[in-house]
């Protein structure tokens, strides 16, 4: 049984009145969700107690959930609707974000520097850490959510647009921006 089959199956379950069954989705999507809330929150015991509020909504909500998306796409849309939701009632700005290189493997030049691990190179690439980061932190918020959650939380296409609400082709164009502006910043570094 495949991952999507089992949670529709564990939905089903809950939906029944099984709490059980909800524990075993949460197990499964914690740390998933933490993850997505950390680009939008920056304080971890924050990030954690916006998670439960997900979790919180999510079983609420679940009588409601007809299978038109697949669960973890839902789930990820009342995290980031969370997420969001709690920085508005703070008014805080948004968050860090920590990108691996290995999450820029689309840029050109990037692999040459895995391939010769001398100090130099190192520096380099903690350089490269360091414009990525700041790049992102630069996006408009639009922006900064799609290529979020294409390159660090590897949804697809299809998947982002449920999560943000718009058209595949908004997706398209935003993370083509996106790492249009990533790449201006990075190309010096990597002449």
């Known amino acids: 049984m495949g991952s999507v089959e089992l949670d529709s199956e564990l939905v089903k379950r809950v939906q029944q009145g099984d709490k059980a069954a909800f524990d075993i989705l949460v197990q ?15 304080d971890q015991s924050e990030c954690y107690d916006v998670a439960q509020e997900t979790f ?5 909500a679940l009588g409601k959930f007809r299978g038109d998306s697949q669960f973890y796409t839902w789930l990820y849309r009342i ?30 030049g990037e692999s040459q520097l895995k391939d010769n691990a001398t100090p130099e190179n190192l520096m380099l690439t903690d350089e490269i850490k360091q414009t990525v980061y700041a790049a992102i932190e630069r996006l408009p918020e639009d922006l900064k959510s799609a290529i979020s959650l294409r390159e660090l939380e590897g949804l697809s296409y299809e998947q982002i647009a449920d999560v943000m609400d718009c ?12 790492r249009d502006a990533i790449d201006r910043e990075l190309r010096p570094l990597l002449e």
Do not use: C
């Open 28 to 42: 499964k999507y914690q740390q998933k969700v933490v993850n997505l809330i950390s680009r939008f929150v920056s």
């Open 79 to 108: 995290a980031a609707n969370t997420a969001k939701n709690h920085l508005a009632s703070r008014a805080r700005k948004s968050p860090k974000y920590s990108v691996d290189v290995e999450d820029a493997a689309y840029f050109s």
């Open 167 to 178: 058209p595949v082709g908004t997706v398209r164009s935003r993370i083509f921006r996106a």
């Open 56 to 60: 919180i909504k999510a079983y609420r």
